[in-house]
């Protein structure tokens, strides 16, 4: 059975290895090396992963199936302008054969509980604009775009 739960010590090491499979997944992807050096949680793992269970205002969800760590959601409070709250999702991942099935939907479901718990007025989260799929899922969530980021690559002088 698939569900999302807080994660524990013990999660840590195997949502590193998926947090490093996501890295690697995304580095090559458009957009992807520049969110590696600024939205996505920085290395080294599994220690980054463990500030989301000791800060105030974090959280680290693990998606299980059958009790087998499976994906993870980092959660992160931001305080706009104004002092009203905002949510982030920094980082979602599932495996490949474990998605469709229910769990990103658990661990979403669950972010979002906590974005509740912590009076949030609502949720971002990140995809990469050439990741239809997570685009697509997060649709499916109820989520919609908010923002574009556009970017400009400078090529080194010469």
């Not at 807080?6 to 999660?11: F, K």
């Not at 495996?95 to 479901?109: F, K, S």
Request: with cysteine; charged share 25%.
């Amino acid at each position: 059975m698939e569900d999302a739960r807080d994660a524990q010590l013990g999660d840590l090491t195997r949502i590193a290895e998926l947090g490093q499979i996501l890295h690697e997944e995304l580095a090559g992807e458009r957009g992807g090396r520049v969110w590696s050096g600024s939205e996505a949680v920085a290395p080294p793992f599994p220690a980054a992963y463990r500030r989301y269970l000791e800060h105030p205002g974090h959280a680290l969800v693990a998606g299980c199936i059958d009790d087998v760590v499976v994906g993870f959601g980092t959660f992160e409070v931001r305080v706009l302008h104004d002092g009203e709250r905002i949510g982030l999702v920094r980082e979602l991942y599932v495996e490949p054969d474990a998605r469709e099935v229910g769990v990103g939907e658990a661990i979403v479901l669950r972010l979002l509980a906590l974005a509740r718990d912590e009076g949030c007025i609502g949720v971002d989260a990140i995809a990469l604009p050439g990741g239809r799929a997570a685009k697509n899922f997060f649709e499916d969530m109820h989520f919609t775009a908010r923002a574009l980021v556009m970017h400009h690559q400078l090529e080194p002088s010469e």
